[in-house]
């Protein structure tokens, strides 16, 4: 069993930044890929950005590309999300997820076994 926990979420104005943090404990996610999505009140889950299990490999959301950044420490057993410029519409309850089957990384729901209970990001305009 992995155990996922995000922080990092808050209020932020229209063109800042914030930092979410994942945190596992119960198994080390070092050999697996991470995932962050967002949830929006009232729309699906989406893709936001995935990693591979090395870091080497990174994926976006084309709406994220450039003002977000996924990066891993698996000294810490700890994935960030850096976002900047952030967007109203942007505002949205932000889960990390492991994949254990997948080295690689992937921008599908489906392929993710462990989720996190999430952290609140709200971009005020």
């Known amino acids: 069993q992995v155990q996922l926990v995000e922080s990092g979420g808050g209020l932020v104005q229209a063109g800042g930044s914030l930092r979410l943090s994942c945190a596992a404990s119960g198994r080390t996610v070092s050999w697996y890929a991470m995932g962050w999505f967002r949830q929006a009140s009232g729309k699906e889950r989406e893709f936001v950005a995935a990693i591979s299990w090395s870091g080497g490999r990174t994926y976006y959301a084309d709406s994220v590309k450039g003002r977000f950044t996924i990066s891993r420490d698996n000294a810490k057993n700890t994935v960030y999300l850096q976002m900047n410029s952030l967007k109203p519409e942007e505002t949205a309850v932000y889960y990390c997820?492991?994949?254990?089957?997948?080295?690689?990384?992937?921008?599908?729901?489906?392929?993710?076994?462990?989720w996190g209970q999430g952290t609140q990001v709200t971009v005020s305009s």
């Open positions: 997820a492991a994949d254990v089957d997948d080295y690689s990384g992937s921008a599908y729901a489906y392929s993710y076994d462990y």
